[in-house]
């Protein structure tokens, strides 16, 4: 069973579109994040929510709204997408907020923005 | 939250033991070192993680000194199947909301 697993794997799209990520762990744990990666590499955080609750927004437009229905989801719904959000996007999880450093992810949607 | 810097690139051949060793110099007290891989296309998946001294898993060992500005991982007689990026981290798991900030990594190519 995968422990974190996300879809679409891959989503391409034109400009201006919705889409959404899906994302669910099923390892009991309390704590989801979603992080994006860019071309480079560098990985960063976007948000993260503990039992349903938004904990961290960094700096993420508005066009990029996170959605916990429980604690095993945590989904990301874009809209008016841009080029510039093209990326690798990772969903994470951690046993509990404080133990955040050992996370787990999943294995990534690449978006393409066209 | 500390900065870590670490090497690009290294390269090394299967069967050698590799050490990459990170530089966290304004690491707080509370803070401990993380490092994680990354295959290419998947997450990164947590290795291991210390405080001081030596840390030993079934994966690899970690090596902290006494003042803690530095780590290294060591990953013992290395295969093809350890090509791939490590991140090392340096944070406080009780007191940064759970965020982990990602440097640039150390791109490890492991050679036959």
């Known amino acids: 069973d995968t422990a974190v697993s996300q879809t679409p794997k891959y989503l391409v799209t034109q400009m201006g579109n919705d889409k959404s990520i899906k994302c669910e762990q099923n390892?009991?744990?309390?704590?989801m994040y979603w992080y994006k990666q860019d071309s480079k590499k560098f990985l960063k955080i976007m948000f993260s929510y503990n039992n349903k609750e938004l904990i961290i927004n960094e700096t993420v437009p508005n066009r990029f709204s996170p959605k916990s229905p429980d604690k095993a989801h945590l989904n990301l719904h874009i809209n008016s997408l841009e080029l510039g959000d093209s990326a690798v996007y990772f969903c994470a999880s951690s046993q509990t907020l404080t133990q955040g450093t050992e996370a787990f992810f999943g294995q990534g949607t690449r978006l393409t923005v066209v | 939250l500390a900065k870590t810097t670490q090497p690009i690139s290294m390269d090394s051949y299967e069967g050698q033991e590799v050490n990459i060793t990170c530089s966290h110099n304004n690491i707080a007290t509370n803070d401990y070192i993380t490092w994680y891989q990354q295959f290419p296309s998947q997450g990164p998946r947590f290795i291991i993680q210390?405080?001081?001294t030596k840390v030993t898993n079934e994966v690899a060992s970690l090596f902290i000194p006494a003042d803690r500005k530095s780590s290294t991982l060591s990953l013992p007689r290395v295969s093809l199947s350890d090509t791939a990026v490590y991140y090392c981290l340096v944070g406080d798991p009780g007191n940064q909301g759970g965020k982990l900030i990602f440097g640039q990594g150390t791109e490890l190519s492991v050679k036959p």
């Open positions: 390892l009991g744990h309390d704590t």
């Open positions: 210390g405080y001081k």
